[in-house]
């Protein structure tokens, strides 16, 4: 269960959040992170994704980054701000040389906190507990497609296609893994 200033460090993809509310404190309203998001963070492949049941904000503390909302890029820099609706499919990315922070909220929270700390035991599982470089192979996506089923409610992939996500999900399940 997610604590108020607890650390979920995703340094292998390039970001750190630290919970600020948990569902827990806003009774389900929200979950509120702050980021970091290093260099480079998702410049190769981000997840575009959508929340059919949250809104999602964002906005920037320090540094410049770029989000993905519905079909282009869009650069935001210190002091903006931007909420994506529920079902919009989005992404960001951190094309800078810089670390950018953010204040980040899932609206309302639904099992988010979960999903972040589930990402954070898959990253443990395919990194030798965050102490190597993450790869996406094969085995990587498997993982990270049992989780992606896991949390439909929360989050739904929309690159990579979420039917790969179902079935490369279900092929994991009869492989039983687990994180």
Known sequence: MAKKNQILDMTPIGMK??????????????????WELLPGCNMKDPLVHSHPNAIETYEILEGEMEFFVKD????????????????????????SQDMVTVFNT?????????????????????????????KMNLKAMLYMSVLMNHYRNDIIAKNPPDAAIKVLGYIGNLLRLDY
């Not at 919970?19 to 009774?27: E, F, G, K, N, V």
């Not at 282009?72 to 094309?95: C, Q």
């Not at 609206?107 to 470089?133: G, H, I, S, W």
């Open 17 to 34: 959040f630290t919970i600020l509310q948990t569902s827990a404190d806003s009774q389900g309203k929200s979950l509120d992170l702050h």
């Open 106 to 134: 899932h609206q309302p929270a639904l099992k988010m906190e979960n999903y972040f700390e589930d990402v954070c035991k898959v990253l443990d599982k395919l990194t030798d507990n965050r102490k190597k470089d993450f």
């Open 72 to 95: 282009k890029w869009i650069p935001a820099n210190k002091g903006d701000k931007l909420t994506v609706p529920k079902g919009i499919k989005h992404a960001f990315r951190n094309p």
